[in-house]
């Protein structure tokens, strides 16, 4: 299948590692040139001489917080000035918030908000004027099932995600009339080390791949996804073969809701 996507231009933040580094690689593979940006530089500038070196792709990265609107518009105009545009946003940073609404800190739940819901906003506003110019424009959403299946441990998640998936519906409302498709992945259990975090609250004596094997025991595939298989969505959706698609909210979690 060709995806149509030699030569096009992409930003993908929190790509340093996990889902993001996936998307980044998968998106490089395919011949596109990729921005990424997370605030740990090292892990950073690791993961770009990596794509560097196993892709023939321009890539750019910068060390920043997507919550600061400032540095998003400087990373955001600096991309595009190095790739001569944009065509595809790829709002992937963010982290897993745990607690219930009795545990959970009301500071943290504001920062949580801030990374999910306002920083894609930044990146959207900023990356608009570049993709309105592109002739294959795409913003892709990296959302979580958390936001459509009420998930109790993990309130200020579950609570920010299904704003997220509002968001995602009425802005790709929005920015139809520029052909500007906007879509969310909502990925159920994927191996990341956004993982370290969350064993400590839910079995902090238990070992990763343990942890695991216990979080898939109600996931009909029986298993935690790689990365990879989530980058390959995105990478679709980036595509040329996408273009009918547009407000869709992708669920890929091995079956494990049970919503219909
Ligand atoms: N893994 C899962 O099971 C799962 C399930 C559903 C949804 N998701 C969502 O998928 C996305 C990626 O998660 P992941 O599992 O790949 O996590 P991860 O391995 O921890 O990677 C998160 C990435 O986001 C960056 N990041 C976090 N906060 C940031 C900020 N304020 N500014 C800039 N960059 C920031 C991180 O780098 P720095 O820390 O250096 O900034 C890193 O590059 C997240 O939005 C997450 O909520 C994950």
């Known amino acids: ?46 993961t770009a001489s990596m794509l560097r070196d196993k892709t023939t792709r321009n890539i750019f990265a910068n060390a920043l917080d997507v919550t600061v609107k400032g ?10 000035q190095e790739f001569g545009g944009l065509d595809i946003l790829v709002n992937n940073a963010g982290s897993p918030v745990t607690g219930t609404f009795e545990e959970v800190d009301l500071d943290r739940w504001r920062q949580d908000l801030d990374v999910k819901l306002f920083a894609p906003i930044y990146c959207i506003q900023a990356a608009l004027p570049y993709l309105k110019e592109s002739d294959q424009p795409r913003i892709i959403n990296i959302n979580s099932i958390v936001g459509r299946q009420s998930t109790p441990d993990y309130i ?58 216990t979080v898939s025991k109600d996931t009909p595939l029986g298993r935690v996804a790689e990365a990879d298989e989530i980058a390959a969505l995105a990478t679709f ?20 809701t049970r919503y219909i």
Do not use: H
Request: proline share 1%; charged share 25%; glycine share 12%.
């Open 1 to 46: 299948m060709d995806l149509g996507l030699q030569g096009r231009r992409a930003v993908v933040t929190g790509g340093s590692k996990g889902i993001g580094k996936a998307i980044a690689y998968e998106l490089a593979l395919e011949g596109v040139d990729v921005a990424i940006c997370a605030r740990g530089n090292t892990e950073l500038q690791v």
């Open 156 to 213: 200020a998640n579950s609570t920010d995600r299904a704003a997220c998936l509002g968001f995602n519906k009425v802005l790709s409302d929005n920015l139809a009339k520029y052909g500007i498709l906007v879509n969310s992945i909502n990925p159920g259990n994927v191996k990341s080390e956004a993982w370290d975090s969350t064993i400590e609250y839910f079995a902090p004596e238990e070992e990763l791949e343990q942890w695991y094997k």
């Open 71 to 80: 540095s998003v518009d400087e990373f955001i105009a600096k991309a595009a």
């Open 237 to 256: 959706l980036a595509s040329k073969r996408a273009g009918y698609i547009t407000g869709a909210s992708i669920d890929i979690d091995g079956g494990l």
